[in-house]
């Protein structure tokens, strides 16, 4: 990988405290994410994440990561928090997602579980609908939520896929696997959670440095 390529983009998910917001602008990545879905471990009230977002320099780009949310979830928190950018993680429709950008004024980036090379077909169904894709392992069985698992999915499902919009991955990625990933993928973005916490939910500042500096070497900066 050369530094010809725009820099990877680097995307830090499911913070819930100061400390790891601070860690994650310091380490130089481009995206935060707060977790809106209680049933994670990582889930935040509005109140918290405009805590943790609202200060942040405007080179920084926030995210909300929502699962099936109704209008209602989504306008209580977009009218409290910064978000520049909405994670759509659970079964939205093409449709769903017009009408979520429509109505709320802000990209959305559609989550995709992949496994084999049909779910590329269903992200390619987003392809005029959202604005970023984010390719994700699918779930285990049973889950009581559609991501955060730490499961990688096997990247060479990807193989010479062209995506029809700008992409993120991510699924158990570290700052020991990114750099591979990013060698087999190609991946213009990444995005990890559990990889860079100490214990579930509680990401750790170290881990997160070690992720940005992984990523920034990778791509020879
Ligand atoms: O983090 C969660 O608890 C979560 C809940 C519901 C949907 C998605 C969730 N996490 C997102 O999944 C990917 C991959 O995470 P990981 O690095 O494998 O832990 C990422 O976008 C998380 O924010």
Same mark, same amino acid.
């Given at each position: ?10 995307k830090i998910c499911?913070l ?5 917001v601070?860690?994650a602008v310091?380490?130089?990545a481009d995206w935060l994410g707060a ?14 994440a405009a805590?943790m977002f609202d200060a942040l320099p405007d080179?920084v780009g926030t995210v909300g990561l ?11 928190v977009l009218?409290?928090v910064r978000l520049d950018l909405i994670q @759509?993680? =659970?079964?939205? /429709? &093409?449709?769903? #997602? ?6 709320? +004024?802000r $990209? ?60 993120? @991955?991510? =699924?158990?990625? /570290? &700052?020991?696997? #990114? ?6 993928? +190609?991946? $213009? ?33």
């Amino acid at each position: 990988m050369t530094a010809d390529r725009p820099p990877v983009e680097i995307k830090i998910c499911g913070l819930t405290d100061v400390e790891a917001v601070d860690a994650a602008v310091a380490a130089g990545a481009d995206w935060l994410g707060a977790v809106f879905f209680p049933p994670s471990p990582r889930s935040v009230d509005a109140a918290w994440a405009a805590e943790m977002f609202d200060a942040l320099p405007d080179d920084v780009g926030t995210v909300g990561l929502f699962v099936d949310p109704d209008d209602a979830v989504l306008d209580a928190v977009l009218n409290h928090v910064r978000l520049d950018l909405i994670q @759509l993680h =659970g079964r939205e /429709t &093409p449709a769903r #997602v017009d009408s979520i950008r429509l109505d709320f +004024g802000r $990209p959305v980036m559609k989550a995709v579980g992949v496994a084999g090379t049909m779910d590329l077909d269903t992200a390619m169904l987003y392809a005029d609908h959202a604005d970023r894709l984010l390719l994700d392992a699918k779930p285990p069985p049973g889950a009581d939520r559609p991501g955060g698992h730490a499961m990688p999915f096997d990247w060479s499902v990807l193989g010479e896929w062209r995506a029809p919009l700008p992409w993120m @991955l991510a =699924g158990g990625l /570290t &700052p020991d696997t #990114v750099t591979e990933a990013l060698r087999v993928t +190609g991946a $213009p973005g990444v995005d990890v959670s559990s990889g860079v916490e100490r214990t579930r939910g509680v990401k750790d500042p170290l881990l997160i440095d070690r992720f940005c500096a992984a990523v920034r070497a990778a791509e020879g900066r």
